[in-house]
């Protein structure tokens, strides 16, 4: 492999690896708020186990189950999403490692 090639992808690979890394900050932001809402969703679920006047229920879920369980869905889709994006970023990553040692250890 040309030095001119093997450096080419070394600097694709940082580029790559700098994406992954704000894509990681990404995913761990958004695990942080969905452990967050999955307590949110869990608390009410619980006071509304143990509340008998059904329109304080009514209320309790209008106003903070179901958005809870909304933004906890999204948030667990935005989640899966992320997943999907690193494990294809690491593909890149190592695919470009394999490329650059590969020709290196067939020169030698």
């Known amino acids: 492999m040309e030095p001119y090639v093997k450096d080419?992808?070394?600097?694709?690979?940082?580029?790559i690896e700098k994406q992954k890394k704000e894509i990681d900050e990404e995913y761990e932001n958004?695990?942080?708020e969905l452990?967050?809402?999955s307590y949110k969703f869990g608390i009410t679920k619980q006071v509304i186990q143990s509340?008998?006047?059904?329109?304080?229920?009514?209320?309790?879920?209008?106003?903070?189950?179901?958005?809870?369980?909304?933004?906890?869905?999204?948030?667990?889709?935005?989640?899966?999403?992320l997943e999907q994006k690193r494990s294809?970023?690491?593909?890149?990553v190592e695919?470009?490692?394999i490329a650059s040692v590969k020709d290196t250890?067939?020169?030698r």
């Open 8 to 15: 080419a992808l070394l600097e694709w690979k940082e580029e």
């Open 30 to 32: 958004v695990k942080t």
């Open 51 to 81: 509340t008998i006047n059904e329109e304080m229920i009514k209320n309790i879920k209008k106003t903070y189950q179901q958005p809870f369980e909304e933004k906890y869905n999204e948030l667990k889709e935005q989640l899966k999403k």
């Open 95 to 97: 695919k470009i490692e």
């Open 88 to 92: 294809v970023f690491n593909m890149f």
């Open 105 to 107: 250890n067939e020169q």
């Open 35 to 37: 452990q967050l809402y």
